[in-house]
């Protein structure tokens, strides 16, 4: 069976700027926007990771108001973006998830802003996406990034998202963004060039 690509927000166990290990709070955008990219690129679920049972209610309150509230009619599309949405405890409880539900094996790739050594390619992981041998699970940070126990854990730590400068601090929106672009959308740079 072919594999699918996984994504995982985790707000736990994260750093905050002084290295400690916290759990941050759901953001309404990361949410939405999220949801949004996931359902753009074709991802199969998008995992909110978060033990706090106040903030797992809170990610219900929003999913029911866009998929059975007044949302649901007001903007259908959004409810569509929300479906594949689901809320965990854990990384292992949405690696589980997974597992139960899927025959290819798991594969997880931890993000990250720093460089770390043996890292992976963006082009080295696109490779085994493509080739739909495995389930992948990447995990995204909240926070100042995901807990290097976290990191630990996986198969795989993805190279770092870079621009030209010396500023490295993206919101955690615009690096799915990125990635999931980078991993799973058009090779743009493969058509032929237009005369426009």
Same mark, same amino acid.
């Given at each position: 069976?072919?594999?699918?690509?996984?994504?995982?927000?985790?707000?736990?166990?994260?750093?905050?700027?002084?290295?400690?290990?916290?759990?941050?709070?759901?953001?309404?955008?990361?949410?939405?926007?999220?949801?949004?990219?996931?359902?753009?690129?074709?991802?199969? *679920?998008?995992? %909110? +990771?978060?033990?706090? !049972?106040?903030?797992? &209610?809170?990610?219900? #309150?929003?999913?029911?108001?866009?998929?059975?509230?007044?949302?649901?009619?007001?903007?259908?599309?959004?409810?569509?973006?929300?479906? *594949?949405?689901? %809320? +965990?405890?854990?990384? !292992?409880?949405?690696? &589980?998830?997974?597992? #139960?539900?899927?025959?290819?094996?798991?594969?997880?790739?931890?993000?990250?802003?720093?460089?770390?050594?043996?890292?992976?390619?963006?082009?080295?992981?696109?490779?085994?996406?493509?080739?739909?041998?495995?389930?992948?699970?990447?995990?995204?940070?909240?926070?100042?990034?995901?807990?290097?126990?976290?990191?630990?854990?996986?198969?795989?730590?993805?190279?770092?998202?870079?621009?030209?400068?010396?500023?490295?601090?993206?919101?955690?929106?615009?690096?799915?963004?990125?990635?999931?672009?980078?991993?799973?959308?058009?090779?743009?740079?493969?058509?032929?060039?237009?005369?426009?």
């Amino acid at each position: 069976m072919p594999g699918k690509l996984y994504i995982a927000l985790v707000h736990y166990p994260v750093y905050n700027k002084n290295s400690q290990e916290i759990s941050t709070s759901v953001t309404n955008l990361d949410l939405h926007d999220i949801a949004r990219m996931a359902a753009t690129y074709g991802v199969e *679920r998008y995992f %909110v +990771v978060h033990p706090l !049972e106040a903030q797992q &209610r809170l990610v219900g #309150e929003v999913l029911q108001y866009w998929r059975e509230g007044f949302g649901s009619q007001y903007n259908p599309y959004r409810g569509q973006a929300f479906d *594949r949405l689901q %809320v +965990v405890a854990s990384v !292992e409880e949405a690696a &589980r998830v997974i597992e #139960e539900s899927e025959e290819a094996p798991l594969v997880s790739v931890s993000t990250t802003a720093r460089r770390c050594e043996g890292s992976v390619s963006f082009t080295r992981v696109r490779e085994m996406v493509e080739r739909k041998e495995h389930n992948f699970l990447l995990l995204f940070g909240t926070g100042w990034g995901l807990a290097q126990s976290v990191i630990d854990r996986t198969d795989y730590v993805l190279e770092p998202v870079e621009g030209n400068g010396d500023y490295n601090h993206l919101s955690v929106r615009s690096a799915v963004a990125i990635v999931l672009d980078r991993l799973l959308g058009k090779k743009w740079w493969l058509a032929p060039l237009s005369s426009g």
